[in-house]
């Protein structure tokens, strides 16, 4: 028996088998578990992650069953190769876009690790945005010529600064509104700049990224986390993790903008794009019109090279 009809929630925490549910209806989240017959049958992933929609049951002593998971609109997944076969993994689901933090300057950037976070972006159809940090620590120009590619690219770039504010208001409203996967590598200032833009923030996302890293001896957990502005964020520190194994040598160049428009024009349908006459890359590598550093970590992930 349950004290209300079915409602309609998002899930705001997993962790071992339990879901922390926000209902629209409710005051406060409900732990949820899920229905024995939705666990029926060969599990091939997750069934339910943080960010899913779902129906679930109030029952009489406060806590909860999923009845149902909502069709995902998006997600970020990771395969985890099985003796069984691929288990699909959900960091998160329904993201409406990632929010890659690198750092001008202390650390430099690891910009091929940027090149493979967008990759990865653009293989599981989520839209990217890049946050460069620390602006104030270099000239306006040399910040501009770091990232300049990307933008070029049509990646949207916000420099932001903790210390003079710099680039803070667009942050706040890219993120209003919608839900967000934040990634990056140590020390960019992600905490700090959580911590600007909403106290406390920084904090509660760092917790959860430190839970997470711990190894598989720990108790992980993922959890989103509530904007005063409207929207959630979660921090996706499994997104360093993410595999490219499950991506064909030949399908990378989809998704690098600035190659799957000239792979069209090769002579050859199965051009590696290092060697072979009539390659339109390489032919735009010698003219200039392709940068060296986006060509090179092509190369490198095509490799299966970090």
């Not at 229905?35 to 029926?40: H, P, S, T, V």
Request: charged letters at 20%.
């Amino acid at each position: 028996m349950t004290l209300t009809p079915p409602l309609t929630g998002l899930i705001i925490r997993a962790q071992s088998g339990f879901f922390t549910v926000l209902g629209a209806e409710l005051a406060t989240p409900v732990t949820c578990q899920l229905r024995g017959r939705l666990k029926q049958g060969r599990r091939e992933g997750d069934l339910a992650a943080i960010g899913d929609q779902v129906i679930f049951s109030h029952l009489p002593d406060g806590s909860g069953v999923i009845e149902e998971i909502l069709p995902r609109k998006s997600e970020i997944i990771r395969l985890d190769p099985r003796p069984q076969g691929e288990y699909r993994q959900i960091l998160l689901a329904n993201p409406d876009q990632a929010v890659f933090v690198f750092a001008c300057a202390n650390p430099q950037p690891k910009l091929r690790m940027l090149d493979r976070f967008l990759v990865i972006a653009e293989k599981q159809n989520v839209p990217a945005v890049i946050v460069a940090n620390k602006v104030d620590l270099l000239e306006k120009t040399a910040a501009l010529a770091l990232f300049e590619i990307y933008i070029s690219l049509g990646y949207p770039v916000i420099f932001t600064s903790t210390h003079t504010g710099e680039g803070l208001p667009e942050l706040r409203q890219t993120l209003s509104g919608k839900l967000s996967a934040l990634a990056g590598p140590s020390g960019v200032g992600k905490s700090s700049l959580m911590n600007a833009l909403q106290p406390g923030l920084g904090i509660a996302v760092g917790e959860v990224s430190q839970a997470m890293n711990k190894g598989k001896h720990t108790t992980n957990f993922r959890q989103l986390h509530r904007l005063e502005m409207g929207g959630w964020v979660a921090d996706a520190p499994g997104w360093k993790s993410l595999a490219l194994w499950d991506t064909e040598p030949e399908e990378l160049e989809a998704y690098f903008p600035d190659l799957r428009e000239l792979v069209s024009h090769c002579q050859f349908s199965d051009c590696s794009h290092t060697h072979e006459p009539g390659c339109a890359v390489t032919k735009a590598l010698a003219a200039g019109s392709l940068r060296r550093e986006r060509y090179e970590s092509f190369l490198r992930l095509r490799a299966g090279q970090e």
